[in-house]
């Protein structure tokens, strides 16, 4: 059965620096990888996916992740953090087309200005 | 992107009653849309796979008489919560995506921005 751990519920950075968000998967095939972006009263948003090739993925916002196959890891990382990103994360996985994703329990992520 | 709405944002009901929620795709052709369940400081746990035309799929565990699933059109799905009780509470997302193209390809799912459901 896939799953996906995010062993960090809340995380406080101060505005300006840099972030990481972790990410552990199992799942039996080759992974899509996902990191969503949860603003109150707004629906998740898709930060960024990996599905094959190159490890290192850019996504919106200034965002990146990283594929350790080794690791089962897709952390999730910001050189700068403003205070706009303050939001809760989600890490998922899923096959392909689009199906039946397995998500982590979230990342709280709070700024300090 | 595309849009996903979902109405009402927020219910209070009694117990007893049943709550109808919608999900529409606002820009796109949602041939499949899914529906969440998402308890506080937890994870979204999908409840059931519905495609245009056909009935849904539910994940184990999940009452396919409670949780009434409709996909009657290409932009509305509707999830009906019957005879509701306190432990429905929660909150539930849909998502909708459109016909993957190739078996390799990803067809993105747009979230819906949540109802919450509280049931006295």
């Known amino acids: 059965a896939q799953s996906v751990t995010q062993p960090d519920i809340h995380i406080t950075v101060s505005e300006g620096a840099s972030l990481e968000l972790r990410c552990n998967y199992s799942y039996g095939a080759t992974p899509y990888l996902f990191w969503y972006v949860q603003s109150p009263g707004q629906g998740l948003q898709l930060l960024l996916k990996y599905f094959s090739g190159d490890t290192l993925v850019q996504g919106i916002k200034g965002f990146e992740a990283e594929f350790k196959r080794s690791q089962s890891s897709f952390n999730l990382r910001k050189p700068s953090v403003h205070w706009s990103d303050a939001a809760e994360y989600f890490c998922a996985v899923g096959p392909g087309g689009g199906n039946k994703l397995t998500f982590g329990t979230g990342t709280q992520l709070k700024v300090e200005l | 992107g595309a849009v996903v709405s979902q109405h009402p944002s927020r219910v209070i009901c009694k117990s007893g009653t049943s709550v109808k929620i919608e999900c529409r795709s606002l820009d796109f052709q949602a041939t499949t849309m899914f529906w969440y369940r998402q308890f506080p400081k937890q994870s979204l746990m999908l409840m059931a796979t519905?495609?245009?035309?056909?009935?849904?799929?539910?994940e184990q565990g999940v009452e396919k008489d409670k949780f009434l699933i409709n996909h009657a059109s290409l932009t509305l799905s509707t999830l009906t919560v019957t005879s509701a009780h306190p432990e429905d509470s929660s909150f539930y997302i849909c998502s909708a995506r459109d016909h993957p193209r190739t078996m390799s390809s990803y067809n993105e799912q747009f979230f819906g921005p949540g109802t919450r459901l509280t049931v006295l």
């Open positions: 519905s495609n245009e035309g056909s009935k849904a799929t539910y």
